[in-house]
């Protein structure tokens, strides 16, 4: 059990003495508390007690520079090792005194730690930073001085359980040293990981705690122990984001995406305006609720009685959309307020996106002085389709479906209308987050949880305001449901000054990459990427189990979609020879019945059928890929046809598996990929990689909630 008093007392100290890191053996101190092992170690003051430690803990030893203004102790020639006798270790007490202070002549100095020197072991680094999106993180890598070079570390979010230990040791690319290589021994997992969760536990309970450094951390068969610990303080680093509780978030959201009535603050008569845009697309898209035009100037919109102010309206308002410039939301969003509006839809710019940060943080106070939610500014609006309503002055979208979406960026946010539209991809919702002064990603994941007209949540998103509340929020939602996130911006930029090796790799898009995929979320490497799986993933059945098989009728995408395979993370099935004898009873004796299993190009409609259905029949196989090779002895509508045939046969006896197909051919292969998407089978013309890329994001949503 961890000694949070002794952890209290040693900050305490700290504190009193304004410092912002810990000295050596405070950091050993805390590290006990939470049951990490350290070395032996002792303090000295004077090289004689120097020597008198060094052979009470027995030689050889480390000497190490003890100073709260002297972090890196190496760059300060503070550090030496391997002295293995009286001697070295009275001139090395010496030496390291006159570097410090050539190093820093102002530096305090408190004495030379004496400790313990390990010869043995695998150096790692697990380390813990405070990170600007997603709070206490902690990390696991190869460490020693090369750790910043090879970068070869995973995060996941602190606390950590012991299963996310081990797979944080599992997850490095060098995982294979760790298990023994060589004749070497493995070292012990259930140690390092030990050390992880103790290292969750010490910067959760304190969270002032901006960064923690054991590194080198050296891992034996017979342990774990973090050799040297640096540790920096700093009060900010317990700051919390102010959060809504799940309850709050539903009451609010309901209201906004199904509103009994809906105002337009700055509504007009004009085309070509935003609030003559907005008003026609809530009038024609069907919106039955009520419609109430704000504009002091009109009697009359587009049929509806205008009011100079939302105050005048009678009855309730629920949502507000803003149609009108930057400078006059405030005084409008006060009125708003004293309505008792739950929604305020800020489409205007002009706010944090320009750097008027002042003006965007007036509005957010103004909004929860009256407990209203804003979406926004600086967006197109928003669309609900069960309700027929389109709070926007882009296009209107009206093909209904379970798909939700939504997008950081107008631009982007166009784009999936566009293709939403050409693809025939029915959705529940398309929102606009903009800036994200208050509503933002975990807020919609909140209510497409719940709601039953959305199967799949889709998001374009260039950072996260709460990387915590997204990341929790994401980890409930998508056991029940895929979440597919773009994130924008994958490219490093470079770590912010850190003072730890910890903090430096913590400043990459690695540290997305890690925790979103701990959420159980799909992460799409592209715009098109995301649309497809969104597209896809509804439609595919969820696999029962791990084994993929390829049919192909062309070798050469049988390679490729077999290379497609393992970039997508999918296990091609050994085929059994029961399996291999019965495939080979529809395929010419030239061909293959291998994995893939090729049928060869000059093949009739019956052999692509009966391959086809033997896939679906036997439970050992879980999923098929299907590779078309245009031929005129089977055309490719002759493909779709059949394919989408045997199919539904089979699900017709309830057997669901996920079947995908590459076409390759002429332009015909268009319109037979379209057909098969019709009939559930996700199939594109020219591609091999499409296909098993949208499997593949099955698999990983499926794995993630624990359904195989």
């Not at 508390?33 to 007690?49: D, G, M, N, Q, V």
């Not at 890690?514 to 993933?537: F, H, T």
């Not at 030239?590 to 059928?609: H, K, L, M, Q």
Request: glycine share 10%; with cysteine.
């Amino acid at each position: 059990m961890a000694d949070r008093a002794a952890v209290e007392r040693i900050l305490a100290q700290a504190a009193a003495e304004g410092r912002s890191s810990l000295t050596a053996p405070e950091g050993r101190a805390v590290c006990e508390a939470y049951s990490i092992p350290t070395p032996a170690e002792r303090l000295a003051t004077t090289a004689e007690e120097a020597v008198a430690n060094a052979e009470a803990i027995g030689l050889p030893v480390v000497l190490k520079i003890v100073s709260p203004d002297i972090l890196h102790k190496t760059e300060a020639g503070g550090v030496l090792v391997g002295l293995r006798d009286a001697e070295a270790v009275k001139a090395g007490f010496a030496q390291i005194i006159d570097s410090a202070k050539a190093y820093d002549a102002e530096a305090r100095i408190l004495g030379i730690q004496v400790q313990q020197m390990l010869t043995e072991g695998q150096e790692v680094i697990i380390g813990s930073v405070t990170d600007p999106t997603f709070g206490k993180i902690v990390a696991f890598g190869l460490g020693g001085v090369l750790v910043e070079v090879l970068k070869d570390v995973t995060f996941r979010l602190a606390p950590t359980s012991a299963e996310e230990a081990r797979s944080m040791i599992d997850g490095i690319q060098a995982a294979e040293i760790l298990r023994g290589v060589r004749g070497a021994e493995p070292v012990d997992r259930d140690a390092l990981a030990a050390v992880i969760t103790g290292l969750g536990e010490l910067v959760t309970d304190f969270p002032q705690l901006s960064e923690v450094d054991l590194n080198p951390v050296l891992a034996t068969p017979r342990g774990a122990t973090a050799v040297d610990v640096r540790i920096l303080v700093d009060p900010d680093a317990a700051t919390q984001p102010h959060r809504f509780t799940q309850e709050e978030i539903l009451a609010s959201m309901n209201r906004i995406m199904k509103p009994a009535s809906v105002a337009v603050i700055g509504a007009s008569a004009e085309a070509g305006k935003i609030g003559n845009s907005v008003m026609k697309n809530l009038v024609n898209g069907g919106y039955a609720g009520e419609i109430h035009p704000i504009n002091p100037k009109a009697a009359e919109i587009l049929d509806r009685k205008a009011h100079p102010s939302i105050t005048d309206v009678p009855g309730d308002v629920d949502v507000a959309v803003f149609a009108i410039p930057a400078k006059f939301v405030p005084a409008a969003l006060e009125e708003a307020g004293k309505k008792g509006v739950a929604g305020a839809i800020l489409i205007p710019s002009g706010f944090g996106e320009t750097g008027n940060i002042e003006l965007q943080d007036q509005v957010v106070a103004i909004a929860r002085k009256h407990g209203v939610r804003i979406l926004g500014p600086n967006i197109y609006g928003y669309y609900y389709t069960p309700e027929n309503l389109s709070a926007t002055f882009c296009t209107p979208y009206d093909v209904k479906g379970g798909v939700a979406l939504s997008s950081q960026s107008g631009g982007i946010g166009m784009a999936i209308l566009g293709f939403s539209r050409s693809a025939k991809m029915g959705v529940s919702s398309i929102v606009g987050v903009g800036n994200k002064a208050d509503i933002d990603e975990d807020d919609l994941l909140t209510f497409f949880e719940q709601d039953d007209n959305t199967e799949l949540v889709a998001m374009h998103l260039e950072d996260l305001k709460d990387g915590r509340a997204f990341a929790e929020t994401a980890k409930r939602v998508s056991r029940r449901k895929p979440v597919v996130v773009l994130k924008a911006g994958r490219t490093s930029q470079g770590a912010k000054a850190a003072s730890s090796h910890t903090g430096a790799l913590a400043g990459n898009d690695k540290v997305y990459d890690d925790i979103l995929r701990q959420s159980g979320v799909i992460r799409a490497p592209g715009l098109n990427d995301m649309l497809e799986y969104a597209r896809g993933i509804p439609l595919l059945p969820t696999p029962q189990g791990e084994n993929v098989v390829i049919i192909t009728g062309a070798g050469g995408s049988g390679v490729l979609l077999s290379d497609a395979c393992v970039d997508h993370g999918l296990d091609l099935m050994t085929i059994p020879p029961d399996l291999d004898t019965a495939f080979r009873k529809f395929i010419p004796p030239f061909g293959a019945a291998g994995n893939p299993v090729d049928i060869t190009g000059g093949e009739p409609p019956s052999t692509y059928r009966n391959t086809i259905a033997l896939g679906l029949e036997d439970d050992r196989i879980h999923a098929l890929i299907l590779g078309y090779w245009h031929t005129i002895v089977t055309p490719p509508m002759v493909f779709a046809e059949l394919v989408s045939e045997v199919v539904e046969e089979y699900r017709a006896k309830g057997i669901h598996k996920p079947v995908v197909a590459s076409l390759s051919g002429d332009v015909e292969v268009e319109e037979a990929s379209d057909h098969l998407y019709d009939h559930g089978v996700v199939a594109y013309p020219y591609t091999t990689e499409k296909p098993v890329a949208v499997l593949g994001a099955k698999y990983r949503w499926a794995r993630a909630a624990g359904l195989l």
